[in-house]
């Protein structure tokens, strides 16, 4: 009878927690932290009945009975559930087992526990260890009661080999961001998966939040180093977003936030053209919410005692709209400290303190911050500030349109879509002119020019340069051979060209000459100029001599037309290109059979920036040539640089902290691109008829293994046997096409828009 009495019972427990069972954004089933506990408590007669049933001691013992219960209770819900949820209906001897964790051979109530929930994941020795035979069993239904616990304000790590199993909380999840490092995904947790910063209290309905994943777990510490040092002082401010936990769970990084409406790119969202405010209420209202982003910048640089923290990255993505969109309640807020950085305050306070930049261009950062090495400091905020600030009054006065128009005509700048133009000191850009006849409309397709200014063809046997302007002529597909006339372009004073490269803006070209008019190629110089004067000299149709001396001084990024130092032979570099802003230009030479040498300067100024080698062997067993392409670019302060080798290696090199790591492609591949706007790696097959694809963020795994690339895209016409040049444009509505230039001189788009 007491067999049957305890099936029945057990029964009762197992439909009971069955009945608590969640699923998570991955269809793994998990039973809620503290449900067990629960369950267990609003069943305690049943409870102190199935441990009557299990022990002749417990039956006559009713102190002891209670005593028990209430220690499974506090202590030992979840183990039982584990039992219960995994035995067999006839196994008595597994009940006998989770007693003898409480009671001692005289049936004493133990002073220290065996085992406790606290203690879960067990590994599976352990679990053999006390439940021998059933170690197996109660492995596995442990990971359904060991889910993923959150705790404001506190770091939660699931590292070791057994966590790394627990179910991930999250009913669901959305991705609603991405960048180079990682991803922002809202998610909804489940309740009770998120503890108070005092562990006494916890969520007691789905929360929704924003989770903030990084890939690279330097990106990660350096985020949450600044924002620990934030958010542990007294001080706060309400304009700032507070982070609220923190995961390590397995080999992903994790930051949650409350989440928000939306960003201010979003807000003033072009597409759907918003109105600006209407009646003065509503534009006051949008002038403090402004004021009150002012004084969140304000408190970084001096709201603290002793420290001062720079964002550095300001920008309208960067601050996020909380409570409704559009709507009286709402409320901005910074975020996004990834790029911060965090000094002790000089004293008294000096908005001069600074810090060291390692040089990056982007729309809302100050000058000095595209320029390596130069310091910015507390007014390099305020100088990202007045940009948003100005698309503030921009949508008060004009709207989402108004907007759109303001950005259109910083991009028509011949340096990019910036708010200063780049002669030999920074100037405001024209765009910003308070003239309101200079917000004329761009002409159709301006905004086109601003990724690519012009085509740069060269014969190599001739030292004629050709420049086609894309306005001229348009790609339809299959092959297509221009056929505009060019103007030629003769420096007979200077040396044979042997390589050139144009900045993606057309603002800048450099050049590998021979040391003198017929020298020989093994002894040449490095030559970097403005573009726009080889244009002039081809509009005069010049062909008089023109030195480095005679070019005058440039305006934009470089200090002077000159020679650089000698650079060896031109028949031992493989890779010679600007960075897609124009900051850095960068050469890769091959060094006898396995060696890569990578020289990196800045431009502005013509300094060498960086000097790096790397041995890389390949294989031997492969006939391929060690170098086969390469692709370089910044992504968030960091200049990275990519080598396909022997066709079947992926290097990747970081510039910035001078460190490299080769892996293996599965196929063979002939050619390598970097896609800006999605921030992929667009790879042409050695058939030359398909493009695969790899995300930079898959690419910077440190793990031994990388997500294989995968194909995106088919090339309808043969572009033949040699190694096409690739470069990528922007149509109208939002069309984008990969061109590809071969040797015999014919071209072929391929239509990469949905990537």
């Known amino acids: 009878m007491r067999k049957e009495e305890i099936k029945l019972l057990c029964e009762r427990f197992k439909t009971r927690l069955g009945d608590r069972f969640s699923k998570n954004h991955r269809e793994e089933r998990f039973v809620p932290h503290g449900a067990a506990q629960e369950v267990f408590r609003n069943y305690k007669s049943d409870l102190q009945e199935l441990l009557q049933h299990m022990s002749e001691a417990l039956r006559a013992d009713e102190g002891l009975l209670v005593s028990v219960a209430h220690r499974i209770l506090e202590s030992l819900s979840n183990v039982l559930a584990i039992v219960l949820m995994g035995r067999a209906r006839n196994d008595m001897f597994v009940l006998d087992l989770f007693l003898s964790l409480v009671l001692d051979g005289n049936n004493h109530m133990r002073e220290f526990l065996i085992l406790t929930d606290s203690e879960l994941p067990i590994s599976k020795a352990r679990a053999e260890d006390l439940f021998p035979d059933r170690g197996a069993t109660f492995f596995t239904t442990q990971l359904h009661f060991c889910a993923i616990v959150l705790q404001e304000e506190k770091e939660v790590k699931y590292l070791e080999k057994e966590q790394r199993l627990c179910p991930l909380p999250y009913l669901r999840q959305e991705l609603i961001g991405e960048g180079a490092f990682g991803q922002v995904f809202e998610v909804e947790i489940e309740r009770h998966h998120m503890r108070s910063a005092s562990g006494d209290g916890e969520n007691r309905k789905p929360t929704l939040l924003a989770r903030k994943d990084f890939r690279l777990q330097h990106a990660f510490e350096e985020e949450l180093k600044v924002l620990r040092k934030i958010m542990r002082r007294p001080e706060r401010h309400d304009h700032l977003v507070p982070l609220l936990a923190i ?177 030999t000191e920074p100037q405001v850009s024209p765009a910003d002119n308070k003239n309101s006849e200079a917000r004329v409309a761009a002409a159709a397709g301006g905004w086109e020019l601003r990724s690519w200014k012009q085509i740069l063809a060269w014969g190599g046997n001739s030292g004629i340069f050709h420049f086609y302007s894309k306005s001229n002529f348009e790609i339809v597909g299959g092959a297509f051979v221009p056929n505009q006339q060019a103007k030629p372009i003769s420096f007979p004073d200077l040396g044979s060209i042997k390589m050139a490269a144009l900045s993606n803006d057309g603002a800048l070209a450099a050049f590998i000459i021979t040391q003198k008019p017929g020298g020989t190629e093994m002894k040449c110089l490095r030559y970097l100029c403005k573009t726009e004067d080889l244009v002039h000299a081809a509009g005069n149709g010049s062909n008089s001599a023109i030195s480095a001396t005679s070019m005058g001084s440039m305006t934009t990024r470089s200090a002077t037309n000159q020679l650089g130092p000698a650079i060896g032979s031109a028949a031992d570099i493989r890779f010679f290109d600007f960075t897609s802003n124009g900051q850095f230009l960068v050469m890769v030479t091959q060094e006898g059979t396995i060696n890569f040498c990578v020289k990196v300067w800045e431009t502005r100024g013509d300094t060498l920036f960086q000097e790096m080698l790397i041995p890389h062997r390949g294989s031997a067993a492969t006939t391929a040539a060690h170098f086969t392409a390469c692709t370089v670019f910044m992504l968030n302060g960091i200049l990275h640089l990519f080598i396909l080798s022997q066709e079947q290696y992926i290097i990747h090199a970081d510039l910035s902290e001078r460190t490299w790591r080769s ?24 058939d030359r008829r398909q493009i695969f694809a790899l995300t930079v963020s898959d690419a910077l795994v440190e793990d031994a293994t990388m997500a294989r690339p995968r194909q995106v895209a088919q090339i309808g016409s043969s572009i033949g046997k040699c190694q096409p040049s690739i470069a990528m444009r922007a149509k109208q509505r939002g069309k984008v096409e990969i061109l590809l230039a071969t040797a015999e001189g014919k071209w072929n788009a391929v239509d990469v828009t949905n990537l």
């Open 663 to 686: 892996r293996e492609l599965e196929d063979r591949m002939v050619q390598l691109y970097f896609r800006s706007d999605n921030q992929t790696l667009l790879f042409l097959k050695r």
């Open 247 to 423: 995961l390590q769970h397995d080999t992903t990084y994790s930051l949650f936030f409350p989440l928000a409406a939306c960003d201010l790119t979003t807000y003033f969202d072009r597409q759907h053209d918003p109105p600006g405010p209407g009646a003065l209420d509503e534009k006051k209202a949008l002038y403090h919410r402004g004021v009150a982003l002012a004084g969140a910048l304000a408190f970084l640089h001096r709201g603290f005692s002793d420290m001062s923290c720079y964002h550095l990255d300001l920008k309208p993505r960067n601050i996020l709209v909380y409570n409704n969109a559009h709507m009286a309640d709402e409320v901005w807020k910074i975020t996004d400290f990834g790029l911060s950085r965090v000094r002790v305050k000089a004293q008294p306070p000096n908005d001069g303190d600074s810090t060291m930049t390692i040089g990056v261009q982007g729309t809302y950062l100050a000058p000095e911050c595209a320029v390596a090495g130069a310091k910015v400091s507390a007014l390099s905020d305020v100088w990202s500030f007045g940009c948003i600030f100005s698309l503030v009054l921009t949508f008060m006065v004009k709207g989402g349109k108004g907007i759109n128009e303001f950005s259109t005509r910083r991009g028509e700048q011949p340096n990019g879509d910036l708010f200063y133009t780049n002669p």
